[in-house]
């Protein structure tokens, strides 16, 4: 069974450029959730999707950020315009269920971001 | 004051020796605490899930829960230099919409010297 992949692991951008992240969650896993980590923290919750519903997007830093679950499936994070705060890595995890006390979440690889 | 904290490292122990990680955490409704290894650049992997209190075994790896005391340990026997990685505390959202939600310790960085 596959993980959890992101695309691209790594991105450089100049501050103000738009970025797209992609997060493809384990066949089956209606949950989704969004991380970030930046230097020097703890990783971060931004938001939670059931399905292709936003549950929870209260961790999401501000209205520079969008994140989309089109059809439940894959997910992505856009950033624009970037600024240099956002530089970290990004982790997308996913999970059979939600909020259970049962569901684990499985994370993927991160997308290092950094923005210049 | 942060929601997860665990025991500042690095820590360093020899190979075969216990290596002992602990965490506190402060929402009193968490149901779930879950242990992820991270070797550098890589996800953080799941490795031990508790939800009652007491002990939870798998393998070399020993996770304790009190919630009373609202803490969590991770033991590691026999440790082996594979095991070097950090370490991150996860604790699950205790009420409402942060059900679902996981907090994050900053991580105990371990090295497991031969």
């Known amino acids: 069974e596959a993980g959890v992949t992101q695309f691209p692991s790594h991105s450089v951008i100049e501050k103000g450029q738009t970025v797209t992240l992609r997060c493809d969650p384990i066949s089956g896993h209606d949950n989704l959730y969004w991380y970030r980590r930046v230097m020097g923290k703890e990783i971060k919750f931004l938001l939670h999707?059931?399905?292709?519903?936003?549950?929870?997007e209260s961790g999401m830093p501000n209205n520079r950020f969008l994140a989309e679950r089109t059809g439940g499936t894959y997910s992505t994070l856009k950033v624009q315009p970037a600024e240099l705060e956002d530089s970290g890595v990004y982790f997308c995890?996913?999970?059979?269920?939600?909020?259970?006390?049962?569901?684990?979440?499985?994370f993927g690889p991160g997308t290092r971001l950094t923005v210049t | 004051q942060k929601e997860v904290e665990q025991n500042s490292g690095p820590l360093s122990v020899p190979e075969g020796a216990i290596a002992s990680l602990n965490c506190t955490y402060s929402?009193?409704?968490?149901?779930?605490f879950f242990w992820y290894r991270q070797y550098s650049g890589k996800s953080p992997e799941l490795i031990m899930s508790?939800?009652?209190?007491g002990d939870q075994e798998d393998g070399r790896f020993t996770a304790q829960l009190n919630k009373a005391s609202q803490y969590v340990s991770l033991l590691i026997r026999d440790s082996q230099p594979s095991d070097s990685a950090t370490y991150l505390c996860a604790v699950k959202g205790g009420r409402g919409s942060t059900l679902g939600r996981l907090y994050f310790g900053r991580g105990t960085q371990l090295t497991v010297w031969p």
């Open positions: 995890a996913s999970s059979l269920r939600g909020a259970g006390t049962i569901y684990e979440q499985y």
């Open positions: 929402d009193r409704g968490s149901q779930s």
């Open positions: 508790i939800y009652s209190n």
């Open positions: 999707f059931v399905k292709e519903s936003k549950q929870d």
